[in-house]
């Protein structure tokens, strides 16, 4: 497994970005029993930032708290075999399964942890677990899907222990 971090912004907040987006991947590809290593590259950002990248992407233009980007055209949440015998969805070099980027404000990270009553770390690994899913082609456009992504983020952070009353 490879995570690609980069951080393009001088805000910060104090935790260990790195080993909290190891374990949460970790866990949330092991959630989805993914088959395959692979990469996922996740940028922190600011409300600025992202707010540009929402207007281009989603054309809104709005800050928001995470954008997540899928590599793989999924036909059904967490059905890998779409990528079988396409080699194009692997690092040539590595071989890793190229699952998608992930987008986080670090801004909002603080503002929803203080909105939600929960620490910033917590909100953090949520929206990474929330984006994984999107990565690994679950969605909640439909009050279904919604629940059941609901459901699945919080199976996934009470795994690894990051719980909505955690400090």
Sequence with gaps: MTILLEKETQFSLSMEYE????QVV???????????????????????????????????????????FPMIPFDKEGDFSVVEN????????????????????????????????????????FLIAHSMLHLSGYDHMEEDERIHMEQCQEEILQQIGYTRDME
């Design 19 to 22: 080993s909290i987006a190891e």
């Design 26 to 68: 970790k866990a949330a590809l092991d959630y989805v029993q993914c088959p395959y290593e692979c990469e996922v590259n996740i940028l922190l950002t600011d409300n600025a930032g992202i707010q540009v990248m929402n207007q281009q992407m989603r054309n809104i233009d709005a800050p928001t708290d995470v954008l997540s």
């Design 86 to 125: 396409d080699v194009t969805y692997f690092n040539a070099s590595s071989g890793e399964l190229l699952l998608g980027d992930i987008m986080i404000s670090l801004e909002k990270v603080e503002e929803q942890a203080k909105q939600y009553n929960h620490s910033i770390i917590r909100e953090y690994a």
